[in-house]
Nanobody, 120 residues
Framework: QVQLVESGGGLVQAGGSLRLSCAAS????????MGWFRQAPGKERDFVAT????????VYADNVKGRFTISRDTAKNMVYLQMNSLKPEDTAVYYC?????????????WGQGTQVTVSS
């Protein structure tokens, strides 16, 4: 079964940086779309960024564009989210997710999440 395990969360001051990692295992991810989502206290789960496993394209939410970078290492089955210029409003639990293709309407697999807290 597909397993996604996030790491790299923590406490950081505003303006600082963190890199989140997602270790993917269980099958080949050829054709998959990988994504990062986040959920802040009292808020709905929001889209952050996504990348095709091939690296052909990436998509970012407007409020993270220019600050966050999603990437992947196919040889290591890893997905990363580099977060720079962090703001207190970035505080959330961050989740790694995967779906089998760009045609899938829903993400099929989810990690357990990692907490990111940005202090002002």
């Amino acid at each position: 079964q597909v397993q996604l395990v996030e790491s790299g969360g923590g406490l950081v001051q505003a303006g600082g940086s963190l890199r989140l990692s997602c270790a993917a295992s269980g099958r080949t991810f050829s054709g998959f779309v990988m994504g990062w989502f986040r959920q802040a206290p009292g808020k709905e789960r929001d889209f952050v960024a996504t990348i095709r496993w091939s690296g052909e394209w990436t998509v970012y939410a407007d409020n993270v564009k220019g600050r966050f970078t999603i990437s992947r290492d196919t040889a290591k089955n890893m997905v990363y989210l580099q977060m720079n210029s962090l703001k207190p409003e970035d505080t959330a639990v961050y989740y790694c997710a995967a779906k089998v293709s760009v045609f899938a309407g829903e993400y099929d697999y989810w990690g357990q999440g990692t907490q990111v807290t940005v202090s002002s």
